[in-house]
Protein backbone atom coordinates (compact mmCIF):
# COMPACT_ATOMS: atom_id res chain seq x y z
CA UNK A 1 0.00 0.00 0.00
CA UNK A 2 1.69 3.66 -1.08
CA UNK A 3 2.16 5.74 1.98
CA UNK A 4 2.05 9.25 2.22
CA UNK A 5 5.02 11.17 0.96
CA UNK A 6 5.83 14.76 2.67
CA UNK A 7 8.59 16.87 4.46
CA UNK A 8 12.23 17.37 4.13
CA UNK A 9 12.58 13.39 4.34
CA UNK A 10 10.76 12.18 1.79
CA UNK A 11 12.53 9.80 -1.36
CA UNK A 12 11.90 12.66 -3.41
CA UNK A 13 14.05 15.00 -1.11
CA UNK A 14 16.64 12.66 -1.00
CA UNK A 15 16.79 11.81 -4.65
CA UNK A 16 17.07 15.60 -5.61
CA UNK A 17 19.67 15.87 -2.89
CA UNK A 18 21.69 13.17 -4.09
CA UNK A 19 21.09 14.61 -7.73
CA UNK A 20 22.28 18.12 -6.54
CA UNK A 21 25.41 17.54 -6.13
CA UNK A 22 26.35 21.12 -5.09
CA UNK A 23 23.61 21.79 -2.79
CA UNK A 24 22.86 24.90 -4.78
CA UNK A 25 18.89 24.08 -4.96
CA UNK A 26 19.14 22.61 -8.99
CA UNK A 27 20.22 19.95 -11.15
CA UNK A 28 22.15 21.03 -13.83
CA UNK A 29 22.80 18.83 -17.42
CA UNK A 30 26.15 18.89 -16.52
CA UNK A 31 25.61 18.00 -12.62
CA UNK A 32 23.50 15.27 -14.15
CA UNK A 33 25.33 13.60 -17.05
CA UNK A 34 28.43 13.71 -14.75
CA UNK A 35 26.73 11.11 -13.10
CA UNK A 36 27.00 8.34 -16.17
CA UNK A 37 31.50 9.77 -15.96
CA UNK A 38 31.44 8.81 -12.08
CA UNK A 39 30.29 5.04 -12.38
CA UNK A 40 31.66 4.40 -15.62
CA UNK A 41 35.13 5.31 -13.67
CA UNK A 42 34.36 4.01 -10.72
CA UNK A 43 33.61 0.58 -12.64
CA UNK A 44 36.84 1.31 -15.02
CA UNK A 45 35.00 1.64 -17.84
CA UNK A 46 36.26 2.96 -21.35
CA UNK A 47 34.61 6.63 -21.81
CA UNK A 48 33.80 5.72 -25.38
CA UNK A 49 32.54 2.13 -24.68
CA UNK A 50 28.81 1.72 -26.07
CA UNK A 51 27.26 0.93 -22.69
CA UNK A 52 28.48 4.20 -21.49
CA UNK A 53 27.57 6.10 -24.75
CA UNK A 54 24.07 4.55 -24.94
CA UNK A 55 23.67 5.70 -21.11
CA UNK A 56 24.90 9.22 -21.90
CA UNK A 57 22.05 9.50 -24.50
CA UNK A 58 19.63 7.69 -21.62
CA UNK A 59 20.13 10.34 -19.08
CA UNK A 60 20.11 13.13 -21.82
CA UNK A 61 16.27 11.78 -22.44
CA UNK A 62 15.34 12.22 -18.60
CA UNK A 63 17.15 15.55 -17.84
CA UNK A 64 15.25 17.06 -20.88
CA UNK A 65 11.87 15.01 -19.80
CA UNK A 66 12.90 16.59 -15.65
CA UNK A 67 13.37 20.20 -17.49
CA UNK A 68 10.10 21.28 -17.91
CA UNK A 69 10.77 24.94 -18.73
CA UNK A 70 14.05 24.10 -20.18
CA UNK A 71 16.15 26.21 -19.25
CA UNK A 72 19.14 23.88 -17.94
CA UNK A 73 18.01 23.59 -14.56
CA UNK A 74 15.73 21.24 -12.70
CA UNK A 75 14.61 22.96 -9.52
CA UNK A 76 13.06 20.62 -6.75
CA UNK A 77 9.38 21.69 -8.05
CA UNK A 78 10.09 20.51 -11.83
CA UNK A 79 11.40 17.29 -10.05
CA UNK A 80 8.61 16.49 -7.87
CA UNK A 81 6.53 17.49 -10.75
CA UNK A 82 8.06 15.04 -13.29
CA UNK A 83 8.78 12.04 -11.09
CA UNK A 84 4.89 12.11 -9.81
CA UNK A 85 3.59 11.17 -13.34
CA UNK A 86 4.40 7.81 -14.61
CA UNK A 87 8.30 9.16 -15.55
CA UNK A 88 9.99 6.12 -13.89
CA UNK A 89 8.73 3.70 -16.56
CA UNK A 90 9.33 6.20 -19.21
CA UNK A 91 12.50 7.62 -18.85
CA UNK A 92 14.23 6.34 -15.34
CA UNK A 93 14.36 2.77 -16.04
CA UNK A 94 16.08 3.17 -19.36
CA UNK A 95 18.47 5.53 -17.15
CA UNK A 96 19.04 3.47 -14.15
CA UNK A 97 19.11 0.55 -16.11
CA UNK A 98 22.39 1.40 -18.42
CA UNK A 99 24.11 2.19 -15.18
CA UNK A 100 23.69 -0.70 -14.41
CA UNK A 101 24.78 -2.47 -17.68
CA UNK A 102 27.74 -0.21 -17.03
CA UNK A 103 28.92 -2.24 -13.41
CA UNK A 104 27.61 -5.32 -14.78
CA UNK A 105 30.92 -5.91 -16.48
CA UNK A 106 29.91 -9.56 -17.92
CA UNK A 107 27.01 -8.10 -18.54
CA UNK A 108 25.04 -11.76 -17.53
CA UNK A 109 22.21 -8.98 -16.01
CA UNK A 110 23.71 -9.39 -12.32
CA UNK A 111 25.51 -7.55 -10.07
CA UNK A 112 27.77 -9.18 -7.00
CA UNK A 113 28.50 -6.77 -3.42
CA UNK A 114 31.31 -5.36 -5.03
CA UNK A 115 30.18 -4.25 -8.44
CA UNK A 116 26.90 -3.04 -7.03
CA UNK A 117 28.18 -1.31 -3.79
CA UNK A 118 31.08 0.49 -6.41
CA UNK A 119 27.50 1.54 -8.30
CA UNK A 120 26.11 2.65 -5.87
CA UNK A 121 28.92 4.93 -4.14
CA UNK A 122 29.51 6.69 -7.23
CA UNK A 123 25.94 7.44 -7.57
CA UNK A 124 25.70 8.67 -4.41
CA UNK A 125 25.10 6.66 -1.88
CA UNK A 126 27.11 5.91 1.69
CA UNK A 127 28.94 2.60 1.12
CA UNK A 128 27.02 1.55 4.69
CA UNK A 129 24.07 2.43 2.76
CA UNK A 130 24.78 0.36 -0.46
CA UNK A 131 26.00 -2.95 1.74
CA UNK A 132 22.37 -2.85 3.07
CA UNK A 133 20.80 -2.67 0.36
CA UNK A 134 22.48 -5.24 -1.57
CA UNK A 135 21.56 -7.05 1.19
CA UNK A 136 18.11 -6.39 1.29
CA UNK A 137 18.09 -6.89 -2.91
CA UNK A 138 19.58 -10.33 -2.63
CA UNK A 139 16.81 -12.25 -0.54
CA UNK A 140 18.12 -15.51 -2.34
CA UNK A 141 21.69 -14.68 -0.47
CA UNK A 142 23.64 -16.24 -3.50
CA UNK A 143 25.66 -13.20 -3.71
CA UNK A 144 24.15 -11.25 -6.39
CA UNK A 145 21.50 -9.03 -7.00
CA UNK A 146 19.27 -8.96 -10.52
CA UNK A 147 19.10 -6.32 -12.64
CA UNK A 148 14.80 -6.34 -12.71
CA UNK A 149 15.17 -6.81 -8.66
CA UNK A 150 16.98 -3.60 -8.51
CA UNK A 151 15.06 -1.18 -11.26
CA UNK A 152 12.06 -2.45 -8.84
CA UNK A 153 13.54 -1.59 -5.65
CA UNK A 154 13.90 1.96 -7.01
CA UNK A 155 10.96 2.27 -8.43
CA UNK A 156 9.49 0.93 -5.31
CA UNK A 157 11.54 3.70 -3.28
CA UNK A 158 10.72 6.33 -5.91
CA UNK A 159 7.28 5.77 -5.98
CA UNK A 160 5.77 4.59 -2.21
CA UNK A 161 8.92 4.84 -0.15
CA UNK A 162 8.71 1.69 0.92
CA UNK A 163 11.06 -0.60 -0.77
CA UNK A 164 14.98 -3.22 0.08
CA UNK A 165 16.33 0.00 -2.09
CA UNK A 166 15.30 2.26 0.55
CA UNK A 167 18.35 1.79 2.84
CA UNK A 168 20.72 3.00 -0.44
CA UNK A 169 19.01 6.20 0.39
CA UNK A 170 19.89 6.10 4.08
CA UNK A 171 16.10 5.29 4.96
CA UNK A 172 14.73 3.22 7.01
CA1 LIG B 1 23.28 21.82 -8.36
CA1 LIG C 1 14.28 24.14 -15.28
CA1 LIG D 1 27.46 -9.53 -13.90
Given at each position: ??????????????I???L???????I?R??YL?RV??????????????????SRAAHEVVFQDMD??????V???EY??WV???AFERSCRPALGSL?????????????????????????????????????????????????????????????????????????
Amino acid sequence: MPVAISGSDSPQHRIFAMLDVDGDGAITRTEYLARVDRVASAMGRDPHHPVVAASRAAHEVVFQDMDADHNGRVTFEEYRTWVGHDAFERSCRPALGSLFDIADTDADGLLNRDEFTRLRTAAGNAATDADAAFDALDADRDGLVDRDAYLTGIRDFVTTGSSPMAAAYGAR
